[in-house]
């Protein structure tokens, strides 16, 4: 359920230095998060002068994957950096201990999982703020959850400590991918992992597939996962709609256990569904598609 960004600074989701991290904290225990949000309006033109990787990033993923005018691309590039750094101060606020609302839709395929013996897989992406759903709603099974293990010891334990009331366990990832083996027992004793889908942490396993109408690279461990241990997989997103609140969809990957498929092929068919399924929300919330290179092939 939590997030497991790339590093790098802001954008990255490291969220800047531990310093900058303490101040944040601090700063939302005592204002209302509405406060850093225009805060954050005024940062962003800035940003965007100095980082044109993201900016160029941005503006193709308006302007050609979804076929914008130029002025309606131009003014999203703002406006989706500046919902990338709401959602960065939200996370923030919940260290702090603020309170935000979630709002759940179809949350009984989640208990209907959990309520099984086998475990199963749960996938997030760059889209939205799938970290929220941990703090909101506890799991009969422990989850846990892949994140990036270049982020800064606030950051690693701003979550734990929200995590750890609610059956939550990260994951972080390593260079010599023992988190996968973590993943993989957890699976085995009926647990949960949850891993992002869409892109590719350590392993240089990736398959190409058509997304917004050009290929783009996506990660095929976690499905492989999925298989390999029989067990189905479930689709989050958590998607922010207004200040205080936020909206879970929960959606189950098409069953592939006992269709007589290959491995390859089984495999193939789940990523198909996630990426039509990301496809689909990223179409319904486009600027809250968090990522700043260049995704396409083309």
């Given at each position: 359920?939590?997030?497991?960004?790339?590093?790098?600074?802001?954008?990255?989701?490291t969220?800047?230095t531990?310093?900058?991290?303490?101040?944040?904290?601090?700063l939302?225990?005592?204002?209302?998060v509405?406060?850093?949000?225009g805060?954050?309006?005024?940062?962003?033109?800035?940003?965007?002068l100095?980082?044109?990787r993201?900016?160029?990033?941005a503006?193709?993923?308006?302007?050609?994957?979804?076929g914008?005018?130029?002025?309606?691309?131009?003014?999203?590039?703002?406006?989706n950096e500046?919902m990338?750094?709401?959602?960065?101060?939200?996370?923030?606020?919940?260290?702090?201990?603020?309170?935000?609302?979630?709002?759940t839709?179809?949350?009984e395929?989640f208990?209907r999982?959990?309520?099984?013996?086998?475990?199963?897989?749960?996938l997030?992406?760059?889209?939205g703020?799938?970290?929220?759903?941990?703090?909101?709603?506890?799991?009969?099974?422990?989850?846990h959850?892949?994140?990036?293990a270049?982020?800064?010891?606030?950051?690693?334990q701003?979550?734990?400590d929200?995590f750890s009331?609610?059956?939550?366990?990260?994951?972080?990832?390593?260079?010599d991918?023992?988190?996968i083996?973590?993943?993989?027992?957890?699976?085995?004793?009926?647990q949960i992992?949850?891993?992002?889908?869409?892109r590719?942490f350590?392993?240089?396993?990736?398959?190409?597939?058509?997304?917004?109408g050009?290929?783009?690279?996506?990660p095929?461990?976690?499905f492989?996962l999925?298989?390999?241990?029989?067990v189905?997989?479930?689709?989050?997103?958590?998607?922010k709609?207004?200040?205080?609140t936020y909206?879970?969809y929960?959606?189950?990957?098409?069953?592939?256990?006992?269709?007589?498929?290959?491995?390859?092929a089984?495999?193939?068919?789940?990523?198909?569904d996630?990426?039509?399924?990301l496809?689909?929300?990223v179409?319904?919330?486009?600027?809250?598609?968090?990522?700043?290179?260049?995704?396409?092939?083309?």
């Open positions: 359920m939590a997030s497991s960004y790339e590093h790098g600074n802001w954008r990255g989701h969220d800047g531990p310093w900058m991290q303490r101040t944040l904290v601090r939302l225990r005592v204002i209302p509405e406060v850093l949000y805060i954050v309006a005024l940062v962003i033109p800035f940003y965007l100095f980082d044109g993201a900016r160029r990033a503006w193709k993923f308006f302007r050609k994957r979804l914008w005018s130029r002025w309606r691309s131009f003014w999203s590039v703002y406006a500046w990338l750094g709401l959602v960065v101060i939200d996370r923030f606020a919940s260290y702090a201990g603020k309170k935000f609302r979630l709002q839709l179809d949350k395929n208990d999982f959990s309520a099984r013996e086998e475990g199963f897989v749960q997030f992406s760059h889209i703020n799938s970290e929220m759903a941990g703090y909101f709603f506890p799991s009969t099974k422990t989850i959850v892949l994140v990036y270049g982020e800064t010891e606030r950051m690693m701003g979550r734990q929200l009331q609610k059956n939550v366990v990260m994951v972080p990832v390593q260079k991918m023992s988190h083996f973590t993943l993989s027992q957890a699976l085995s004793e009926g992992a949850s891993m992002p889908a869409d590719a350590g392993s240089p396993r990736t398959v190409s597939l058509t997304f917004l050009a290929p783009a690279q996506f095929v461990g976690p492989r999925a298989v390999a241990h029989g189905q997989v479930n689709a989050l997103f958590v998607m709609t207004s200040s205080r909206r879970a929960h959606q189950p990957l098409v069953d592939v256990r006992g269709k007589g498929l290959s491995r390859d089984a495999v193939e068919a789940l990523m198909k996630y990426v039509s399924r496809e689909e929300m179409r319904q919330y486009p600027l809250q598609w968090f990522n700043f290179y260049d995704f396409w092939q083309q």
